[in-house]
T-cell receptor, first 114, second 112 residues
Framework: GQSLEQPSEVTAVEGAIVQINCTYQ??????LSWYQQHDGGAPTFLSYNALDGLEETGRFSSFLSRSDSYGYLLLQELQMKDSASYFC???????????????FGKGTTLSVSS | EAQVTQNPRYLITVTGKKLTVTCSQNMNHEYMSWYRQDPGLGLRQIYY???????DKGDVPEGYKVSRKEKRNFPLILESPSPNQTSLYFCASRPTGGHEQFFGPGTRLTVL
């Protein structure tokens, strides 16, 4: 089967640093993505890691270790507007030769307080 | 503006009354997919399409149908809706080989 595990909830204060972990077990792996979803809104893309290592985009960074089937999203200098759900998603092959599918984790709700 | 649109945004219906949720994208993306989102279960893929006339089941396809007759449109059909299909539905698209998936605004469906 395919599964992704991430914590269900994380709380932090403004200005802090938070790390959201994701471990995965999938039949085939091309890369790990992260999406943000505010309450009532659509998921929006944050980052994609295909190779091991850290990718930095402003206050957000994402890390991947393929050998450990593990990745994390690091959020720095937290702001109230970062309160949202964060989903990791694995890009994995489908039965179509050129096709890939995105398999999502159940999401982590981040609450940032002042 | 590049976007994915869904209609309707909200729908309340009754068991057994066939309905269609439309999805359209103006980015010329090959790949489109449908997800349902339920509390505590994340986003689960219903169906996806690699291109026109190429569709396949996702993780939770039972009770749903799709078609892809044109590249821009990917409607989701519920032939005989049941209360367990009450959910928030998202359509998404991306180009083949692209990493970023673009989501529509969502359709909140209630089946009584």
């Amino acid at each position: 089967g395919q599964s992704l595990e991430q914590p269900s909830e994380v709380t932090a204060v403004e200005g802090a640093i938070v790390q959201i972990n994701c471990t995965y077990q999938t039949s085939g792996f091309y890369g790990l993505s992260w999406y943000q979803q505010h309450d009532g809104g659509a998921p929006t893309f944050l980052s994609y890691n295909a190779l091991d290592g850290l990718e930095e985009t402003g206050r957000f960074s994402s890390f991947l270790s393929r050998s450990d089937s593990y990745g994390y999203l690091l959020l720095q200098e937290l702001q109230m507007k970062d309160s949202a759900s964060y989903f990791c998603a694995v890009r994995s092959p489908t039965r179509w030769k050129a096709g890939t599918a995105l398999i999502f984790g159940k999401g982590t709700t981040l609450s940032v307080s002042s | 503006e590049a976007q994915v649109t869904q209609n309707p945004r909200y729908l309340i219906t009754v068991t057994g009354k066939k309905l269609t949720v439309t999805c359209s994208q103006n980015m010329n993306h090959e790949y489109m997919s449908w997800y349902r989102q339920d509390p505590g279960l994340g986003l689960r893929q219903i169906y996806y399409s690699m291109n026109v006339e190429v569709t396949d089941k996702g993780d939770v396809p039972e009770g749903y149908k799709v078609s892809r007759k044109e590249k821009r449109n990917f409607p989701l059909i519920l032939e005989s809706p049941s209360p367990n299909q009450t959910s928030l539905y998202f359509c998404a698209s991306r180009p083949t080989g692209g990493h970023e998936q673009f989501f529509g605004p969502g359709t909140r469906l209630t089946v009584l």
